[in-house]
Each structure stands twice: as structure tokens, then as C-alpha cells.
């Protein structure tokens, strides 16, 4: 079956470290996108690619980084310069390069990450 | 600025009724779509329903239907019959054409009450 993983569900990391979430899709998605969530708050863009070796930061980029070297993945690294990284991550993906999707984005399961 | 206002940050109903969610945004385009998303606690973002822009027939799914007028920039999320299990977050989304990328509500927080 077609859908996005994330890994891990849980993920803790100690001041100062970087932690990278993993994020890979079998969709032959084109786009994929990071989202921040924080308890009850909406959704948060922090980076997105549209193809394959290409990103744009979103509204929330610093303290983050991305890369974007295969098609089917587009992990997120969490640096030590973004203070306050406790929150909820999601990826998704959309058909994305130009063409409207009808279905919006499908979203990963998410990744809870805490500092610790 | 393409931007989208749920006004109800929370709501709570009694199971059976019928509840109404609501929803306005602003784009500049003329193509897009629509989207009313549901995260239930196990924080999956699950795909309630959708309406294109270009079509004036409300879309429904099951016991979910949408008010969709264009001119007011307005798309509510009706729920009928409401059961224990549509308790969640519901965020109002839209797509165009040229930003490529959903744009989110900040949600309302439903609560369906035995």
C-alpha cells in the first residue's frame, strides 16, 4: 500500500543536539512538505520541496534544515539554534509541479519530538 | 495574503445532533480547492471532505456536508447525526493553483458528549 512513514513516533533530544526526522513516501509524490504543530495551535509550514533537489523555507524555517536528494525522501533535521523544538511534527506529500491536487496533501502519522 | 479564519476554536455538542463548523478564507485566485481535515487524538490528519472551487454543487460524504459560497469566501463543515468518534480537531484548508501548498485554519476542537 501507497502512504508516507515517519520515523521515529517518538523522539527525545538533549539541549544543544541535533535530531533528524525521517520522512519517505512511495506515493511518487512530487511535493513534500514539514509542518509544526504545537498543543491546539493549527499547522505551521516550516520547509517544503517540489522536486527532487529543490526546497523553499516556509513561515517558521530558522533553527531547521532540509534536504531533499531522492524523490521519495525529505528528512528534517532540528538543529540546536531552534530554542524551542518540543512540538509535534507532520510530513505530507501532494502531487505537487504545478498540478492542483484534488486530494490536498496525505500526512504521516507524525513525530512527537521532546527536549529533554 | 491567502489566509483562512476558523472562528470556533472549540465547540461541544450531545451525540445525534447536528453541528456546524465554520469557515472563511481569502485567495485572490479563481482555482482552487477545499478541504475540511479531522485529527482525531491519535494526531492522524485524516481527509473529511473536499470541494473544487469551479463547482456551485455542495459536496457531501456520509454524515458530512459543506456550505460552499464562493462570493462570501465561506466554506462551513456540517456533521449530522454526530457520533462519539467525530470528536476531534477540525482544520478548514485550501489549495491553488499558483501557491501549490494548503494553507490551514487554526482548528476547532469538537467534542461529541454521550
Known amino acids: 500500500d501507497g502512504g508516507i512513514t515517519q520515523s521515529p513516533k517518538y523522539l527525545f533530544r538533549k539541549e544543544g543536539q541535533n535530531v533528524t526526522l525521517s520522512c519517505e513516501q512511495n506515493?511518487?509524490?512530487?511535493?513534500m512538505y514539514w509542518y509544526r504543530q504545537d498543543p491546539g495551535q493549527g499547522l505551521r509550514l516550516i520547509y517544503y520541496s517540489q522536486i527532487v533537489n529543490d526546497f523553499q523555507k516556509g513561515d517558521i524555517a530558522e533553527g531547521y534544515s532540509v534536504s531533499r536528494e531522492k524523490k521519495e525522501s525529505f528528512p528534517l533535521t532540528v538543529t540546536s539554534a531552534q530554542k524551542n523544538p518540543t512540538a509535534f511534527y507532520l510530513c505530507?506529500?501532494?502531487?505537487?509541479?504545478?498540478?492542483?491536487?484534488?486530494?490536498?496533501?496525505?500526512f504521516g502519522s507524525g513525530t512527537r519530538l521532546t527536549v529533554v | 495574503a491567502q489566509t483562512v479564519t476558523q472562528s470556533q476554536p472549540e465547540m461541544s455538542v450531545q451525540e445525534a445532533e447536528t453541528v456546524t463548523l465554520s469557515c472563511t478564507y481569502d485567495?485572490?485566485?479563481?482555482?482552487?480547492?477545499l478541504f475540511w481535515y479531522k485529527q482525531p487524538p491519535s494526531r492522524q490528519m485524516i481527509l473529511v471532505i473536499r470541494?473544487?472551487?469551479?463547482?456551485?454543487q455542495n459536496a457531501t460524504e456520509n454524515r458530512f456536508s459543506v456550505n460552499f459560497q464562493k462570493a462570501a469566501k465561506s466554506f462551513s463543515l456540517k456533521i449530522s447525526d454526530s457520533q462519539l468518534g467525530d470528536t476531534a480537531m477540525y482544520f478548514c484548508?485550501?489549495?491553488?493553483?499558483?501557491?501549490?501548498?494548503?494553507?490551514f485554519g487554526q482548528g476547532t476542537r469538537l467534542t461529541i458528549n454521550p
Open positions: 470541494q473544487e472551487a469551479y463547482k456551485q
Open positions: 506515493l511518487n509524490h512530487d511535493a
Open positions: 505530507a506529500s501532494s502531487t505537487g509541479t504545478g498540478r492542483l491536487s484534488p486530494y490536498g496533501y496525505t
Open positions: 484548508a485550501f489549495m491553488t493553483q499558483g501557491a501549490q501548498k494548503l494553507v
Open positions: 485567495t485572490s485566485e479563481n482555482n482552487y480547492y
